[in-house]
């Protein structure tokens, strides 16, 4: 049974850093590509950041570029999202996903997804 889960959520103050985790178990981290995506309230979930099973491909949204980075521990079958500089329009539910094939934006795209962590950001 494949499980992802997030953790490392939180409330923070605009400015702040936050490093969420993804713990995978009954799936193999280094085989899939790995997406990170959120919802906010009365929103449609959007895609964040990709990296590929390699770690040669990134993707990003513009919203978070220069502030977010994804890693992966291949070891530790872990994946994880560092946010720097928050901004209260990061507020929302994010969400660790996986996927074969090539990298995409498109949650559809994702065969595996966690239950989710909240991330708040205050002004």
């Known amino acids: 049974q494949v499980q992802l889960v997030e953790s490392g959520g939180g409330l923070v103050q605009a400015g702040d850093s936050l490093r969420l985790s993804c713990t995978a178990s009954?799936?193999?981290?280094?085989?899939?590509?790995m997406g990170w995506f959120r919802q906010a309230p009365g929103k449609e979930r959007e895609f964040v950041v990709y990296?590929?099973?390699?770690?040669?491909?990134?993707l990003y949204a513009d919203s978070v570029k220069g502030r977010f980075s994804i890693s992966r521990d291949n070891i530790k079958n872990m994946v994880y999202l560092q946010m720097n500089n928050l901004k209260p329009e990061d507020t929302a539910v994010y969400y660790c996903?996986?996927?074969?094939?090539?990298?995409?934006?498109?949650?559809?795209?994702?065969?595996?997804w966690g239950q989710g962590t909240q991330v708040t950001v205050s002004s």
């Open positions: 996903a996986a996927k074969t094939g090539i990298a995409s934006r498109s949650s559809s795209d994702y065969d595996y």
């Open positions: 009954g799936l193999t981290v280094r085989n899939y590509g």
């Open positions: 990296v590929s099973r390699s770690g040669g491909i990134t």
